[in-house]
C-alpha cells in the first residue's frame, strides 16, 4: 500500500472527514460530521464513498424507522387511552351497563367502543350480567401504566424517538401501539455508521495535512509567480470509472462479415437470391425428385401467398424434365417417373443457397467464382444446434480444369483463414457428385464436427444450364461456426438479446 500516494491523492474534503472520525465518538453517522466540521450533507456523502472506494472507511447502511406522536396520540398521553378513562369511570362508579358508560364518559362512540374492546383485550374488565366489571387486573394497572402508556407519554415529551433506541419492552409496546389506528406517524430512514478501516488509521496515524487546494490555475497565478505557492493535489489515476459498453457489431454479423472479406480476397464475386424461391430453382434445377424426403411439407416451409413462382425459360424446365425423367441427353438414367410442372412452380422459402449457384449458373459463363451469404428456411424443431432459421455462405468455382481436389483446397484454405482445422467425410447430395461433408476440430473437446457440404455438380444439374465446365460448389452452416468461434453451447444464444452476454465479448475479435 503506497501511503503517500493514497494521502497526495486525498481530496480536502477526504481529509476533513478523515480528522472528523479521529476524533469523534462512535456510533459516528454522517450527520455527526457534518455538524463537527460544518461541511455542506453532499459534501461528507461524497467524500465518504470516494473514501469507502479507496478502502479507507467502512460505511454500515441499516434501516430505522422514527416514531411520533400524532395529534390523537398526544392528548390521550395526557387524559391518558381510552380504555383507561373508563377504568377510571367504572373505579369511581362501579360495575356499569354499556349504554350508562356511553352516557357518562367523556369520550365519543368511537372511542367508547375502542376502549371497551382494549378494556377487554387487556384484562382490565370482564362483562358480567350485561354489565362491565374491573377484574382483579384492571385494579392493579389503576395503580400502575402500561408500557404502551409509557411509550405514548414519552413520544409525547420527547416529538421523535428512534424505534432502534427502545428498550425491549418498549419496542413490544410499539408493536401494540402500532396496531391501533391514528396513533402513531411512522417514517422508514435510511442510517449510517461509519468506521474507520485498518487501512484508514494508517493514514491518520501517519499524518494529514489539512490546507486549502488550488483547484484552478489561473492567468493570475502564472503572472505573479503566485503557483509556486499554491498547494496542487494528486490526480487519482486509480479512481473508480463507469464502465463503458461501446456500440459494436452483432458478434453474428461480424462473423458473415469475415467469411465475406475471406471470399472476396480469395477472388470471389459475391451474388445474391430471392428468398421466396421456386421448387424449381431450390429442387428441381438441383436434380432432386419431385418425392424426395426433403420437399416434404414437414421439412420445407411452402409459401400460400404467392402460391407459385414464376419459371424459367420454356426451354430450361423442358431439358430439367427430360434429365429428371430418364437423364435426357447427359447419359444418365434419370429417376424413372413423370416429372410434373406444377409441383415445380410451387413457392417456398429457399432450404438453401444452392439455388443462387444455379441461377448464376445460367447467366454467367465460366471461368467464374462466386459465393452468396443468405438466409435459408427449413422446418425443423428448435435445439441448441437447430434453428428453423439460419445463415450459409454458398459458393461455386467453374473452370474447364476445376477438379474435386481444388474444390478441398479452397475449402481449406477458407477455414484456415477462420483459423479452424478441417477434415473431409464422404457424403451424398443429389446434385452432386463426388460429394463431401467438411468437418471441423473442436480442441477443447476433441471431437470434429460437421459443418457443410459440397461436390462436384453432376451432369444433370449442369447439362439444362448448359454448362460446359465442371462446376466445385459448397454451401456451410454459418450459425454452428459461430457457436464455435464465440464458445457457445446453445445456437439461440445468437438470436436472443442476452445484453450481458453482448457486451462482455470484445469490441474487436
Ligand atoms: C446443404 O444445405 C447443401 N445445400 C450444401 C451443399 C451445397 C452440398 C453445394 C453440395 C454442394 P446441409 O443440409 O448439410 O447441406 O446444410 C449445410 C450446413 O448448414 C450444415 O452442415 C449445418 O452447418 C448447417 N445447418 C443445417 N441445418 C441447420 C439448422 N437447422 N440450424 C443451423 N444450421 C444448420
Same mark, same amino acid.
Given at each position: 500500500?503506497?501511503?503517500?500516494?493514497?494521502?497526495?491523492?486525498?481530496?480536502?474534503?477526504?481529509?476533513?472527514?478523515?480528522?472528523?472520525?479521529?476524533?469523534?465518538?462512535?456510533?459516528?453517522?454522517?450527520?455527526?460530521?457534518?455538524?463537527?466540521?460544518?461541511?455542506?450533507?453532499?459534501?461528507?456523502?461524497?467524500?465518504?464513498?470516494?473514501?469507502?472506494?479507496?478502502?479507507?472507511?467502512?460505511?454500515?447502511?441499516?434501516?430505522?424507522?422514527?416514531?411520533?406522536?400524532?395529534?390523537?396520540?398526544?392528548?390521550?398521553?395526557?387524559?391518558?387511552?381510552?380504555?383507561?378513562?373508563?377504568?377510571?369511570?367504572?373505579?369511581?362508579?362501579?360495575?356499569?351497563?354499556?349504554?350508562?358508560?356511553?352516557?357518562?364518559?367523556?369520550?365519543?362512540?368511537?372511542?367508547?367502543?375502542?376502549?371497551?374492546?382494549?378494556?377487554?383485550?387487556?384484562?382490565?374488565?370482564?362483562?358480567?350480567?350485561?354489565?362491565?366489571?374491573?377484574?382483579?387486573?384492571?385494579?392493579?394497572?389503576?395503580?400502575?401504566?402500561?408500557?404502551?402508556?409509557?411509550?405514548?407519554?414519552?413520544?409525547?415529551?420527547?416529538?421523535?424517538?428512534?424505534?432502534?433506541?427502545?428498550?425491549?419492552?418498549?419496542?413490544?409496546?410499539?408493536?401494540?401501539?402500532?396496531?391501533?389506528?391514528?396513533?402513531?406517524?411512522?417514517?422508514?430512514?435510511?442510517?449510517?455508521?461509519?468506521?474507520?478501516?485498518?487501512?484508514?488509521?494508517?493514514?491518520?496515524?501517519?499524518?494529514?495535512?489539512?490546507?486549502?487546494?488550488?483547484?484552478?490555475?489561473?492567468?493570475?497565478?502564472?503572472?505573479?509567480?503566485?503557483?509556486?505557492?499554491?498547494?496542487?493535489?494528486?490526480?487519482?489515476?486509480?479512481?473508480?470509472?463507469?464502465?463503458?459498453?461501446?456500440?459494436?457489431?452483432?458478434?453474428?454479423?461480424?462473423?458473415?462479415?469475415?467469411?465475406?472479406?475471406?471470399?472476396?480476397?480469395?477472388?470471389?464475386?459475391?451474388?445474391?437470391?430471392?428468398?421466396?424461391?421456386?421448387?424449381?430453382?431450390?429442387?428441381?434445377?438441383?436434380?432432386?425428385?419431385?418425392?424426395?424426403?426433403?420437399?416434404?411439407?414437414?421439412?420445407?416451409?411452402?409459401?400460400?401467398?404467392?402460391?407459385?413462382?414464376?419459371?424459367?425459360?420454356?426451354?430450361?424446365?423442358?431439358?430439367?424434365?427430360?434429365?429428371?425423367?430418364?437423364?435426357?441427353?447427359?447419359?444418365?438414367?434419370?429417376?424413372?417417373?413423370?416429372?410434373?410442372?406444377?409441383?415445380?412452380?410451387?413457392?417456398?422459402?429457399?432450404?438453401?443457397?444452392?439455388?443462387?449457384?444455379?441461377?448464376?449458373?445460367?447467366?454467367?459463363?465460366?471461368?467464374?467464382?462466386?459465393?452468396?451469404?443468405?438466409?435459408?428456411?427449413?422446418?425443423?424443431?428448435?435445439?441448441?444446434?437447430?434453428?428453423? %432459421?439460419?445463415? =450459409? /455462405? &454458398?459458393?461455386? $468455382? #467453374? +473452370?474447364?480444369?476445376?477438379?474435386?481436389?481444388? !474444390?478441398?483446397? *479452397?475449402?481449406?484454405?477458407?477455414?484456415?483463414?477462420?483459423?479452424?482445422?478441417?477434415?473431409?467425410?464422404?457424403?451424398?447430395?443429389?446434385?452432386?457428385?463426388?460429394?463431401?461433408?467438411?468437418?471441423?476440430?473442436?480442441?477443447?473437446?476433441?471431437?470434429?464436427?460437421?459443418?457443410?457440404?459440397?461436390?462436384?455438380?453432376?451432369?444433370?444439374?449442369? %447439362?439444362?444450364? =448448359? /454448362? &460446359?465446365?465442371? $462446376? #466445385? +460448389?459448397?454451401?456451410?452452416?454459418?450459425?454452428? !461456426?459461430?457457436? *464455435?468461434?464465440?464458445?457457445?453451447?446453445?445456437?439461440?444464444?445468437?438470436?436472443?438479446?442476452?445484453?450481458?452476454?453482448?457486451?462482455?465479448?470484445?469490441?474487436?475479435?
Amino acid at each position: 500500500m503506497d501511503i503517500e500516494r493514497i494521502i497526495d491523492e486525498l481530496h480536502l474534503y477526504e481529509k476533513k472527514v478523515l480528522k472528523a472520525l479521529e476524533k469523534l465518538e462512535p456510533p459516528i453517522s454522517p450527520e455527526d460530521i457534518v455538524k463537527s466540521e460544518k461541511m455542506d450533507i453532499k459534501a461528507v456523502m461524497s467524500a465518504l464513498g470516494s473514501l469507502e472506494s479507496k478502502g479507507l472507511v467502512s460505511v454500515h447502511k441499516s434501516v430505522d424507522k422514527i416514531l411520533k406522536p400524532t395529534h390523537a396520540s398526544k392528548k390521550y398521553a395526557i387524559k391518558g387511552l381510552p380504555e383507561r378513562q373508563i377504568l377510571q369511570l367504572l373505579s369511581k362508579e362501579g360495575p356499569l351497563e354499556i349504554s350508562e358508560i356511553m352516557k357518562k364518559s367523556s369520550l365519543d362512540k368511537t372511542e367508547n367502543k375502542v376502549a371497551i374492546g382494549w378494556l377487554m383485550r387487556k384484562k382490565w374488565a370482564k362483562i358480567e350480567d350485561n354489565t362491565i366489571k374491573i377484574t382483579s387486573e384492571g385494579e392493579k394497572s389503576l395503580e400502575r401504566l402500561g408500557s404502551d402508556e409509557i411509550l405514548l407519554q414519552e413520544l409525547a415529551e420527547k416529538g421523535q424517538i428512534k424505534l432502534s433506541s427502545l428498550s425491549d419492552k418498549l419496542k413490544k409496546a410499539f408493536k401494540l401501539l402500532n396496531q391501533r389506528k391514528g396513533l402513531l406517524k411512522v417514517k422508514k430512514v435510511k442510517e449510517h455508521e461509519i468506521h474507520l478501516t485498518d487501512k484508514g488509521k494508517t493514514i491518520l496515524e501517519r499524518g494529514l495535512e489539512i490546507r486549502e487546494e488550488a483547484t484552478q490555475l489561473t492567468h493570475d497565478d502564472l503572472k505573479t509567480g503566485r503557483w509556486k505557492k499554491l498547494y496542487y493535489r494528486g490526480y487519482d489515476i486509480h479512481a473508480e470509472y463507469p464502465i463503458i459498453f461501446p456500440g459494436k457489431m452483432h458478434p453474428l454479423k461480424r462473423i458473415i462479415e469475415e467469411i465475406r472479406d475471406i471470399f472476396l480476397k480469395m477472388g470471389f464475386t459475391e451474388a445474391r437470391g430471392p428468398i421466396i424461391e421456386s421448387a424449381f430453382w431450390n429442387f428441381d434445377c438441383l436434380f432432386q425428385p419431385q418425392d424426395h424426403a426433403a420437399r416434404e411439407m414437414q421439412d420445407t416451409f411452402y409459401v400460400k401467398n404467392p402460391p407459385e413462382t414464376k419459371l424459367p425459360d420454356k426451354s430450361l424446365v423442358e431439358k430439367v424434365r427430360m434429365v429428371h425423367e430418364d437423364g435426357g441427353s447427359t447419359g444418365s438414367e434419370g429417376w424413372q417417373y413423370k416429372w410434373d410442372v406444377e409441383i415445380a412452380k410451387k413457392s417456398v422459402l429457399r432450404t438453401h443457397t444452392t439455388c443462387v449457384s444455379a441461377r448464376f449458373l445460367l447467366e454467367n459463363k465460366p471461368p467464374l467464382k462466386m459465393f452468396s451469404i443468405g438466409r435459408v428456411f427449413r422446418r425443423e424443431t428448435i435445439t441448441y444446434k437447430h434453428l428453423p %432459421e439460419f445463415h =450459409q /455462405v &454458398e459458393g461455386i $468455382v #467453374a +473452370a474447364e480444369n476445376v477438379t474435386f481436389k481444388n !474444390l478441398l483446397g *479452397i475449402l481449406r484454405e477458407f477455414y484456415t483463414r477462420l483459423g479452424f482445422k478441417v477434415r473431409f467425410r464422404p457424403a451424398y447430395f443429389p446434385y452432386t457428385y463426388l460429394s463431401t461433408e467438411c468437418e471441423i476440430y473442436l480442441p477443447e473437446k476433441e471431437t470434429w464436427i460437421e459443418l457443410g457440404g459440397a461436390g462436384m455438380f453432376r451432369p444433370e444439374v449442369l %447439362e439444362p444450364l =448448359q /454448362v &460446359e465446365t465442371p $462446376v #466445385a +460448389a459448397f454451401g456451410l452452416g454459418i450459425e454452428r !461456426l459461430a457457436m *464455435i468461434r464465440l464458445g457457445i453451447e446453445d445456437i439461440r444464444m445468437l438470436y436472443q438479446s442476452n445484453l450481458g452476454w453482448l457486451r462482455s465479448l470484445p469490441v474487436c475479435p
